[in-house]
């Protein structure tokens, strides 16, 4: 079975666009990565398999790798059918087992089922994110009302549940070993959570609630898409003053995409109004399109969606109250680190008020340039960006090119594995080439051993360049996971990005965002590649939880060993000037009052939304008044108004968990502490050690919370956050946030 939650996975899978959560911004897809296994054992049928390479079990080194050399799109289709009805077929055998359930017949025959579906679903991947086509996104419209249909076949299996469920009561009795226990019970939870204990009317209830929120988030977004399509603006040449000479282009060409040739279009997305918030010199023309992108689903009309909202709010409360849960946000938490929406909410409020007071300043920066201006204006939201710029020009002017020539690809990368080594003690060797089949010239494929044993820990491709087909931003990926229930199998991971490939012989040089971003994702690989889990289920991610370690990663972009050695000119071979490292990290404060406070604001307005009693519920007023008694600042609005929050509302990735990008943040600043606070900082062997064993290894093997106590001594506070936002320290709550059992 695809981890525990294969609802998630399955989600995951079809969310073609999904990005890594870099970025708090518009992408509401499901999940960061699509996480696949494969494990050895359930034997696929015969004649149909056999002429089908997606369903082939894999082959020749390393334990077998994915045949990328001879996938074929047409083989996709019959290959999902096949595979997903293997799996039924193994669920089968499962509840018509005639022996009293078991550890080893019900919960590993689970977690060994499916493994076809999993092989099939590395190649999805690959032509939903890597390789996609036309043809491809008719295939994957055809198939996904199927794959929802088979896996609700699973999840509302009540036999099944009743087999799980008597392991589970029997589990402290079993000689269960602690993994083993933690697999019962996050399979037992998932099914729990999503309706297996109901019975009679309560349980068709519960279907029918499901069924309805399905067509009401399709609706939610849809609306969204009309009016981000809905409200093109087409300038004229004198409407440009301010525009930097690219984004002209962009509009130009976009315009003419549009069939108004000589104009130049903006659109009502955040791609475009951003840039043309921050730019534009004509006041009127960025009220109209703040005004314009802040409205959508809010416009009174058929695409306005507060009447869903409070549909789904509804709906929400009284499916949870099924499950005897007081509020949607308390079912949702229960299996996050956070754990109850009470500990979310008191990191969100104890960071609110350093994030609003910044704001102050803020503002108070730049009224006073636009007074020496003589604008006379008083700053209004449509104005933040604007004149946010002009004060990053005056106080924190970096000059990108500059720092581009510092950040070689192929360097960067030679950074990462030495971070690797000495982490992780990882050595990475290019594999023999052609050895592994790869499904683009691009990819690259390193072989990753254990630096002292040698032992062999898996493979790491790396797909970096751009291409037609390939989605934009970067992601990481697992073809197969780390597991050793069923024999060893090891770690297939992958990195990806989008970066412009040099002119031949040329470096590749990237930005700092990018290197970041490089790093970031890495983070992730090593997650997949440091895993020492005996089952499927215990590579699951955990929502909170898993942008930290790869946020954490990105830390060591700038620890001296990596500037000294990786960072350098790439005509000099000069290491990049510490003033300008200085220079970078100080414009990463900037702003940030701006920042922390729409993403907050967002977040807030999220939870209140599913701890309240949704009966009379008016989203709109809802907002309004819940912003009010927060004292939001005038000047800036929600990064995402209720209308328009497709995280929340056009599915539940982030319904009652928009807040984990915070607590991801504080454990990252908190941890990134104790390295820098050790004896040996960023490469002190004792802490990596211990962020190895805790932190990364078990992945979800053991209580996020509780792998975070043991390798910090005590809970994570919000006082490294606070810092690296350039915020002051709360005296009083310097001990309290994140912690708490
Ligand atoms: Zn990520």
Known sequence: MRQTLIAVSIAAALAAAAGCGKDTGQNPSADNQVQTKQTAGAKADGGAVAANSLLKEWTGPYGGVPAFDTMRLE????????AMANQLANIEAIVSNPSAPTFANTIEALERS????????VYYGIWSSNLSSPEFRAIQRE???????????????????QRVK???????????NAEQKRVVELIYDDFAMNGATLKGEAKKRYGEINQRLAELYTQFANNVLADEEGYDIFLTKDQLSGLPE??????????????????????????????????SDNRALREKVWKNYYSRGDNGDAHDNNAIIAEILKLRDERV??????NYAQWRLQNRMAKTPERAMALMEAVWPAAIARVKEEVADMQAVADAEGADITIEPWDYRYYAEKVRKAKYDLNSDEVKQYLQLDKLREAMFFVAGELFNFSFTPVEEGSVPVFHEDVKVWEVKDKTSGEHIGLWYLDPFARAGKRSGAWAT???????????????????????????????????DDAETFFHEFGHALHFLSSNVAYPTLNSGVRDYTEFQSQLLERWLSTDAVIDKYLVHYKTGEPIPSELVAKIKKAATFNQGFATTEYLASALVDMKFHTSDPKDIDPDAFERETLEALGMPDELVMRHRSPHFGHIFSGEGYSAGYYGYLWADVLTSDAAEAFAESEGGFYDKEVAAKLVKYLFAPRNAIDPAEAYRAFRGRDARIDALMRDRGFPVPEKQADTVAAQE
């Open 321 to 326: 109250g099924l499950l005897g849960f007081d």
């Open 478 to 512: 697992m073809y197969r996971d780390h597991t050793t229930f069923d024999g060893k199998q090891t770690v297939l991971a992958s990195n990806n990005s989008n970066f412009i490939k040099g002119a031949p012989g040329e470096p590749v040089l990237v930005s700092w």
């Open 114 to 121: 499916g493994s076809d579906l999993d092989r099939v679903f």
């Open 246 to 279: 690219s984004i002209v282009a962009a509009a130009a060409a976009l315009a003419e995409e549009k069939g108004q040739k000589g104009k130049y279009a903006i659109t009502n997305t955040r791609s475009s109004m951003d840039p043309f918030l921050t730019y």
């Open 75 to 82: 083989d996709l289709k019959p290959a999902l059918e096949i």
């Open 143 to 161: 198939i996904a009302p199927k794959l929802a249909e088979f896996q609700s076949k699973i999840t509302q299996n009540d036999q099944l549940f």
């Open 166 to 176: 008597a392991v589970y009561d029997q589990r402290e009795n079993l000689d269960l």
